[in-house]
Nanobody
Framework: QLQLVESGGGLVQPGGSLRLSCAASGFAVDSYTIGWFRQAPGKTREGVSCISGSGLSMHYADSMKGRSTIFRDKNTVFLQVNNLKPEDTADYFC????????????????????WGKGTLVTVSS
């Protein structure tokens, strides 16, 4: 079965860190660009960070630069986020696309080959 499964969300205090995981099954992530997206209540979905199939090209949203890292280990893509802020509260989803590079994928507006069901991140004291 082809799927993406996210994990690692939870409740964290401002300034804390989380590592989100996106585990792929049924296909090899090195053949796809994998992206992390988030959607907060009442807001549109936005691209957070995306990584190429080779793992050599990454893109970060401006809000994530300097405090997040996307990387891949075997068939799982991780997003490490530090210095979390209340405005980071959202459902975080990962997606896979075979044709787009990280920049275009994170820009949004394109169809994805696969989506996960999401993991909730809540940043609150």
């Amino acid at each position: 079965q082809l799927q993406l499964v996210e994990s690692g969300g939870g409740l964290v205090q401002p300034g804390g860190s989380l590592r989100l995981s996106c585990a792929a099954s049924g296909f090899a992530v090195d053949s796809y660009t994998i992206g992390w997206f988030r959607q907060a209540p009442g807001k549109t979905r936005e691209g957070v960070s995306c990584i190429s199939g080779s793992g050599l090209s990454m893109h970060y949203a401006d809000s994530m630069k300097g405090r997040s890292t996307i990387f891949r280990d075997k068939n799982t893509v991780f997003l490490q986020v530090n210095n979390l802020k209340p405005e980071d509260t959202a459902d975080y989803f990962c997606a896979a696309n075979k044709d787009l590079g990280p920049l275009r994928m994170c820009a949004g507006g394109y169809d994805m080959d696969y989506w996960g069901k999401g993991t909730l991140v809540t940043v609150s004291s």
